[in-house]
T-cell receptor, first 114, second 113 residues
Framework: DQQVKQNSPSLSVQEGRISILNCDYT??????FLWYKKYPAEGPTFLIS?????DKNEDGRFTVFLNKSAKHLSLHIVPSQPGDSAVYFC?????????????FGQGTILTVHP | GAVVSQHPSRVICKSGTSVKIECRSL??????MFWYRQFPKKSLMLMAT?????????EQGVEKDKFLINHASLTLSTLTVTSAHPEDSSFYIC?????????FGPGTRLLVL
């Protein structure tokens, strides 16, 4: 049972444009969501997070939107840069923090073309 | 951000042998560490939660006698894959719970021949 789903295995965008990565979840107990960036043979690197009490969180070029009624979140990267090319995982936690168990989506491979 | 290391980064072993993977939090103390496994082109699957000074909590379907976890100190957790078989070949990643989030190690690639 995949509780966190990233339905797009890959995304290709042009440098300077917006990248939008999507994530859906099914477990209503999830109340904290995170996005991680991962390169091959490396561990995930934390990008940005959002609590369920918010619907938007912004950090530089990265913005995460949360739609609780739709159980959907998205990561916007503007403007996209070639260095953003990596696998992006969304993750969810129940308990209001990221200290506990994280459930990950399958990942989306982002490729940003110069 | 905080630094978490894993050792070794890559290991090849014969079927039937045991392999130990270390996870260290280098600049902070972590009472809780997590062990994940990632299959090729798949998600990270939580295997177990490791708490300093107590027994690990394993996720459903993970054999605790096969994947031995020890969290002997606030900066070190170890995962031992006992009697490894080719199906245990995978990418194993640990994380340590810090003040703001979990910090992940670089991962260990295990190949069992």
């Amino acid at each position: 049972d995949q509780q966190v789903k990233q339905n797009s295995p890959s995304l290709s965008v042009q440098e300077g444009r917006i990248s939008i990565l999507n994530c859906d979840y099914t477990n209503s107990m999830f109340d904290y969501f995170l996005w991680y960036k991962k390169y091959p043979a490396e561990g995930p690197t934390f990008l940005i997070s959002i609590s369920s009490i918010k619907d938007k969180n912004e950090d530089g070029r990265f913005t995460v939107f949360l739609n609780k009624s739709a159980k959907h979140l998205s990561l916007h990267i503007v403007p996209s840069q070639p260095g953003d090319s990596a696998v992006y995982f969304c993750a969810a936690s129940a308990g209001g923090t990221s200290y506990g168990k994280l459930t990950f989506g399958q990942g989306t491979i982002l490729t940003v073309h110069p | 951000g905080a630094v978490v290391s894993q050792h070794p980064s890559r290991v090849i072993c014969k079927s039937g042998t045991s392999v130990k993977i270390e996870c260290r939090s280098l600049d902070f103390q972590a009472t809780t560490m997590f062990w994940y496994r990632q299959f090729p082109k798949k998600s990270l699957m939580l295997m177990a939660t490791s708490n300093e000074g107590s027994k690990a909590t394993y996720e459903q379907g993970v054999e605790k006698d096969k994947f031995l976890i020890n969290h002997a100190s606030l900066t070190l957790s170890t995962l031992t894959v006992t009697s490894a078989h080719p199906e245990d070949s995978s990418f194993y990643i640990c994380s340590a719970a810090g003040e703001e989030t979990q910090y992940f190690g670089p991962g260990t690639r295990l190949l069992v021949l």
